[in-house]
């Protein structure tokens, strides 16, 4: 039941246009309630929209993918330096196949773009999740070199930007080729022609073509980039906020809260996603996500025993709803991993130089010593055929002698 609700909402989701889309999902003047960086504050102006299937709408700060623009930057390290946000998870509008309470919060490039759907982490609500962070950049070597890697920043603007781009241009490829359709949770060229995902011919095939690429066939011509970098991040979490801090400094913030001695029950719609004429379309014809439920306020049975005072439930309730995030950097110092060639071109011949004369000092050696060896062989056969010629010569002229009888 869970599954067909789920294969259903994300058929209409999907059947949506980008723009309407983003007004389903949270909105960056609720969502982001505070926000400084460097100890001075921001606002939602230095977001930026991304917007994910699986996630909604995200907001990347000092992210600069599609203008090129200058990036934020700070000189120094620690929790006071870095990007402090208070977020609304406005729990309150959850669609009822929302699984889990949370952000996602990925770290990158400013020049590249988010990947939340494999990259990333989570935080919870009622918790100040602190993440420290350090760079390591990795440079590799491109063709002829053993890893090949290639420079996607510097190709036209019809290629790939990104490795990830490039392995998802090809995974659609492959889909469209052998099912018809593309995968819908993956970018594509082809947005029109979308798999329906509650066809098990349809998801078959797609499952068919991720064993194939990964198993069978060659794997896709996307070779590592010649420059990539990456954050390792320490992450601690505290509760948030305390109760002190939450009467002092957070009572007065303007967030709904239920009365005492009364809870929210919730009840779902039988046609929530089936019917054309159900929480999806509000009276002016507009589709919306913030009402895919009906809220009734129920009383409390035997209050005067069990509820809590109207303070404790004021605070329980906003700490519910409410997260912190601290993004800063654990050190200034970046570690490099640079590939480097065994010899350089003046090294080559430097070496090649070397070589030649250390073998060629040992050849002419060698054949110093041949050439005398040869010298010795031929002075004494020489002077060997010169002493048979002397005794042959002294034989021949000896006088004959007479005797006389």
Known sequence: MERS????????????SKEQRSKLGHQSENFITSCTFDGESCSVGNFSNFLSIEFGNCFTFNGNYETRGKSLQTPYIGPNSGLELTLNLEVQDYSPITPSVGARVVIHKAESQPNPEDYGININPGFETSVAIRQTSIYRLPHPYRDKCRIYEEQDSNSPRYQEDCIRKCMQSANLRRCGCVDPFLPSEHSSNLCDIQNQTIVCCLDEVMKSLSKDDPPCPCPLPCESTRYEMTISAALWPARSFYKVFMKTEDVPMPNPCENFTRKKERDDFTDEADSWSSSEGQSTLR???????????????????EEEQEYLTKKSRIAKLKVFYQTLEKSFYKQEPMFQESELFSQLGGQMGLWLGISLVALFECIENISHILHYCIKRTGLKKKRVQNYCLQPERSVRV
């Open 5 to 16: 609700q789920s294969l259903q909402f994300l058929n209409r989701y999907l059947s949506l």
């Open 291 to 309: 009402r895919p439920v009906i809220i009734q306020r129920a009383r409390y049975t035997n209050c005067a025993d069990g509820c809590i005072d």
